[in-house]
């Protein structure tokens, strides 16, 4: 299979293309653009463009699009699943969506990980991955909760992502082991996203929606 996988779950856009003779070509944030101020709109698609060229497919050659579905920052999901499935549509493709959190776990060299994404009013949005198995489901908390939940399970997880980076100290006080900052564990994989993407049935473009995991910031009146 083909696949092209996009992810905007941090202010960074991801953008790669896994061939179905394995070829992986990918177009990253680095860790200071994820952390950064979002550049979505000027990115996303001229990165895929760019691992398709790299790639050397064409879009009637390309199986399915894959899109990090969150949660993440608010306005960057909507960019992201919203060209996803546009892309999808205009050739017919297949749409799988992943989740942004397992993509960054996917990054994290350790048996035990915790891919943590800062989701602003102070929290992160977190996981727990213990090989493949997803230990503790998706959700949003302080940082210090996040740490005191770790350490009353005693454990010991590696973590990494914008939120480990922004509240290192908060969760080294609870037993989290964080990636140095400037790693590039720090940034979901859109390389990950294809990988993923491969154990995701197909939904219909309807049911591919941003998990935002709380309300927006903004609301319409």
Known sequence: MNIL???TST????????RADGGAFARDPAPEEAA?????????????????????????QLDAVA????????TGLRIGVATARALAA???LELRPVSSLAALADGIDAPLRLPLIDAGRGEVFAALYEGDRERWPAFAAAPGAVAERVREAG????????????????????????????????????????????????????AVLPQYLREPDVQAP
């Open 67 to 74: 899109v990090g579905v969150g949660p993440g920052a608010f």
């Open 155 to 206: 454990l010991t997880p590696l973590g990494a992502g914008n939120g480990s980076v922004r509240w290192a100290d908060a969760f080294k006080a609870g037993g989290v082991r964080v990636v140095p900052a400037g790693q590039q564990a720090h940034v979901p994989s859109a390389e990950a996203i294809c990988r993923l993407a491969l154990e995701v049935s197909a939904a219909p473009a309807e």
């Open 11 to 18: 202010a960074g856009s991801a953008a790669a293309v896994l």
């Open 36 to 60: 950064g101020r979002p550049t979505h709109s000027a990115q996303l698609l001229p990165r895929a463009a760019a691992v398709m060229d790299e790639a050397g497919l064409t879009w009637a």
């Open 90 to 92: 205009a050739h017919g």
């Open 5 to 7: 996988g996009l992810d």
